[in-house]
C-alpha cells in the first residue's frame, strides 16, 4: 500500500508559477510516479511522469513550461509549473505505480486566474 500526499496547489495569475509536491509513504517497488490532472468536464490526462530510471515524458500541452522532478532521499516528487496559463485551471494529482497497482493522491486544485 502507498500514500501519496499532495500540497502546493493554489491561486496564481496567468504567466504565475507553482510547485507541486507529492509525497509517498513509501518508494519500495515503485516503477514510476506521475502528474495527471483533470479540468471540469474533461478526461483525466497525463501532465509527466518519471520513471524509476529517471525516464520522463509529458504531456503535449506542457511545451516546456513544467519539469518533473524527484528527491528520492525524501520520498517526494514535485512538477515545477511556469508560464501557467488559464487553461492550465485543473485539479492536479499524483499516482505511483508499483507492480500491477495503481495508487492514487487525493488531488490538489490549481486555478490560474487574474
Known amino acids: 500500500q502507498v500514500q501519496l500526499v499532495e500540497s502546493g496547489g493554489g491561486l496564481v495569475q496567468p504567466g504565475g508559477s507553482l510547485r507541486l509536491s507529492c509525497t509517498a509513504s513509501t518508494i519500495s517497488s515503485i516503477l514510476e510516479m506521475g502528474w495527471y490532472r483533470q479540468a471540469p468536464g474533461k478526461e483525466r490526462e497525463l501532465v509527466a511522469r518519471?520513471?524509476?530510471?529517471?525516464?520522463?515524458n509529458y504531456g503535449d500541452f506542457v511545451k516546456g513550461r513544467f519539469t518533473i522532478s524527484r528527491d528520492t532521499a525524501e520520498n517526494t516528487m514535485y512538477l515545477q509549473m511556469n508560464s501557467l496559463k488559464s487553461e492550465d485551471t485543473a485539479v492536479y494529482y499524483c499516482?505511483?505505480?508499483?507492480?500491477?497497482?495503481?495508487?492514487w493522491g487525493q488531488g490538489t486544485e490549481v486555478t490560474v486566474s487574474s
Open positions: 499516482n505511483a505505480v508499483q507492480g500491477f497497482r495503481i495508487y
Open positions: 518519471v520513471t524509476r530510471t529517471g525516464y520522463t
